[in-house]
């Protein structure tokens, strides 16, 4: 028998969930940082077994973004729950609040099975945990409760073992060999993003995009050009850097990861252009891969 289905992964921002989907798929099927607010978009994480294809939803950190651009983070989380076999909201063990708790309570009458995940519990200790651990108890709705690490790899078969326990049968929705819905270009440009996330300090890494301008495939060569769009020509000054320093550094380790990716050399060049109300402007967010039309019915 061939199970498959689509599991949600929610939670606040920072906890863990990409880093989890890329985890159980076993790719890099999404970008991860130590800053909040990393993910932007609904990302499909597809784990293909010998008798199962489980798909999951990766989805924006829930916070209460302002912007048009927080509109559209929030709606890419709230639609991801819509007609999926699982939820799974992710918890980060060692900053578990209210929050976390009104937020598994909001899904105390939800049609499909609801799992609470604890993660990183290789950086909190018992003492800390046990008292989650007992207030989470009260919520009887919950399907189960699972304690892992997802950055070492720690208990990820329970959450498989968990989800083919309520996976209904059915079919590979995807081909078996595709590992995520997003092209090699959305890839890139996340790349682009992670490194200046990485790099950047501050407001910063929470104000740019990506824009990729050209990706020309040819034989022995991808040429990629990329803007990176950001919010104030302060801003500009730090992501070009000292003699364009920092704008080597990002570029030079997302061409490195690009082409590990691709299989093939990259030629990546990369440009700062200032765009002060680019969260804010609906069209120029739909060009950035983040409209709003989307989520209309
Ligand atoms: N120590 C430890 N760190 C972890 C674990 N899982 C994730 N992290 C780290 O937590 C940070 C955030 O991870 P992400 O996967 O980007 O978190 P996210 O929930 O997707 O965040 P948003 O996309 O912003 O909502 C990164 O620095 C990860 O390396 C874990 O099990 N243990
Ligand atoms: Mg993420």
Redesign the pocket.
């Given at each position: 028998m061939f199970r498959s289905g689509f599991i949600a992964v929610i939670?606040?921002?920072?906890?863990?969930?990409?880093?989890?989907?890329?985890a159980l798929v076993g790719e890099k099927v999404?970008?991860?940082?130590?800053?909040?607010?990393?993910?932007?978009n609904k990302i499909l994480g597809i784990k293909n077994g010998q008798d199962y294809q489980m798909v999951f939803l990766?989805?924006?950190?829930?916070h209460n973004g302002k912007s048009k651009l927080g509109e559209y983070l929030k709606k890419s989380t709230e639609s991801a729950t819509n007609g999926v076999d699982a939820i799974m909201i992710?918890l980060?063990a060692g900053k578990v609040n209210t929050f976390d708790f009104d937020l598994i309570k909001s899904y105390e009458n939800s049609s499909v099975p609801v799992f609470v995940v604890v993660?990183?519990?290789?950086?909190s200790s018992y003492e800390k945990l046990y008292p989650v651990l007992a207030k989470l108890n009260e919520y009887q709705f919950v399907k189960e409760f699972l304690v892992?690490?997802?950055?070492?790899k720690?208990n990820l078969q329970e959450i498989e073992r968990a989800l083919l326990n309520i996976l209904p049968e059915g079919p590979a929705y995807f081909p078996t060999d595709q590992y995520t819905d997003k092209n090699l270009r959305f890839m890139a440009a996340e790349i682009i993003r992670e490194k200046a996330l990485l790099f950047l300090q501050e407001e910063i890494p929470h104000g740019i995009a990506i824009d990729i301008t050209t990706f020309k495939e040819g034989k022995n060569l991808i040429d990629i050009k990329a803007d990176i769009i950001c919010e104030s020509d302060r801003h500009k000054q730090i992501i070009i850097g000292k003699n364009g320093a920092m704008l080597k550094k990002i570029g030079t380790s997302a061409r490195e990861e690009i082409e590990k990716l691709v299989d093939n050399k990259v030629l990546l060049e990369l440009f700062v252009k200032v765009r002060e109300d680019w969260k804010e402007n609906k069209n120029t967010l739909s060009d950035l891969g983040y409209n709003l039309k989307e989520f209309d019915d």
């Open positions: 939670g606040k921002p920072n906890v863990g969930k990409s880093t989890l989907i890329n999404a970008i991860t940082s130590p800053k909040p607010q990393t993910t932007r990766d989805t924006p950190g829930i992710l980060d993660n990183k519990v290789d950086i892992i690490s997802a950055l070492k720690r």
